[in-house]
């Protein structure tokens, strides 16, 4: 098992290898968007970090394709199971259509992610979006929200500091940034 975040992506990715012998993907057939529950346990480890932030389980994932397909022998084969968050799924299933008067631009994206992005399964309750400066005036037009909240991150300059430019949105396994 293999999870993915990243500054530089929007969502949450990981996959699984099997090397298997009894025929899964014929036995269990596997369309994409199957729900994968993932929890992750460590000996002597509690529900918690050592600074208090809490550990998630089960970490929520879904099924996108199956990769790398091959027979090892008449009898075995080897296959990879590429998953996504849900707010990857939540993304290629909306479009925001919307018009913002007189916000700013960290409450425009904090208002697409929790209408059209927050997940409903429990895995990341919270979006941290830190104050912007500028006040913006636009119409989000039949766009993915992923689309205009990079868009809008590419606008923003901070409250607190005007001069840097440096917004980017991820999502990371305690939440999204």
């Not at 460590?42 to 199956?66: A, R």
């Not at 968050?85 to 409450?107: D, G, T």
């Not at 430019?165 to 940034?177: Q, W």
Request: proline share 6%.
């Amino acid at each position: 098992i293999n999870i993915y975040e990243s500054i530089f992506s929007n969502s949450l990715t990981a996959n699984i290898t099997f090397d298997e012998a009894i025929n899964l993907p014929a036995r269990i057939p596997i369309v994409g968007e199957e729900m994968i529950e993932i929890e992750i346990e460590s000996p002597g480890m509690g529900d918690t970090f050592d600074d208090g932030t809490p550990i998630f389980n089960p970490l929520v994932m879904f099924v996108h394709k199956t990769v790398n397909q091959q027979l090892k022998t008449p009898q075995s084969q080897h296959f990879s199971l590429e998953l996504v968050s849900e707010q990857y799924l939540n993304n290629a299933h909306s479009r925001v259509s919307k018009s913002y008067n007189n916000m700013r631009a960290n409450l425009i994206a904090l208002d697409i992610w929790s209408n059209y992005l927050k997940p409903e399964t429990g895995n990341m309750s919270s979006g941290i979006f830190e104050p912007t400066a500028r006040i913006e005036q636009c119409v989000i037009p039949n766009w993915t929200p992923f689309h205009a909240i990079n868009w809008l991150a590419k606008r923003s300059n901070s409250l607190k500091y005007p001069k840097a430019a440096n917004y980017v949105y991820y999502e990371t396994l305690s939440g999204n940034f």
